[in-house]
């Protein structure tokens, strides 16, 4: 059975955002004392709970009041380069090419990010947007895709979700959905392979797996 909706990631899929987080949080490391990551050990580290990935790093554990402070710092550095950040490649194209109805999900803060779609010219493109609706949320997707399709009125077995995480692929499991990865983010490619969740290098190339699922 085909899939008729299909719910769009936002950081590290439709916006090209990993040099700009790679920076913020290695900002976010320094404030504490910590070290450095680059983009590639921090697309092999990376995971949700985002405290457990400073854990890793930082090489100690960090309370929930500590990950609070971590968050804040994270995104104020995060705030100051958003405006610069371009959409992946093929994005435009890849939305386009969609048949269905389609989506925005985001763990970013929902009142930044309705204008941070707008600005970039895709406003009128989706069905439904949301963002991360409390000030500090470094946690799974799940709940907050079980919500959205609730919103949408549209059953798990008939979304598919494109993400660039495990945690994407989790969260479409969870909701009984279908998931296609996409290599240009946050994630590992060798990783997101290692799921069993299909896979893909570019967003139209992911939109044209989605239409087979």
Not at 9 to 38: E, K
Not at 48 to 55: K, L
Request: net charge negative.
């Amino acid at each position: 059975m085909a899939r008729t909706h299909l719910v769009w990631d936002w950081n590290g899929t439709l916006l090209d955002d990993l040099s700009l987080v790679v920076s913020s949080t290695n900002h976010t490391f320094a404030a504490v004392g910590g070290r450095s990551v680059d983009s590639d050990e921090h697309r092999r580290r990376f995971r949700r709970p985002v405290a457990e990935f400073y854990a890793e790093v930082l090489e100690r554990a960090v309370t929930d009041e500590e990950f609070e402070e971590l968050d804040r710092i994270f995104h104020e550095a995060y705030r100051m380069g958003l405006t610069t950040i371009p959409l992946a490649a093929d994005a435009e194209a890849a939305i386009k090419s969609w048949t269905g109805t389609q989506s925005l999900l985001s763990m970013w803060f929902h009142d930044e990010l309705i204008p941070a779609v707008e600005s970039r010219g895709l406003a009128g493109m989706f069905a439904r947007i949301d963002g991360r609706p409390t000030e500090v949320d470094g946690g799974l997707k799940a709940g907050h895709l079980a919500r959205h399709l609730a919103q949408l009125d549209v059953p798990g077995d008939q979304a598919v979700l494109i993400g660039d995480s495990i945690d994407d692929a989790d969260a479409a499991a969870s909701v009984g959905a279908r998931c296609v990865l996409y290599t240009g983010g946050f994630t590992e490619p060798a990783r997101l392979r290692a799921s069993g969740v299909p896979v893909a290098d570019t967003l139209v190339d992911a939109v044209a797996l989605a239409r087979t699922l």
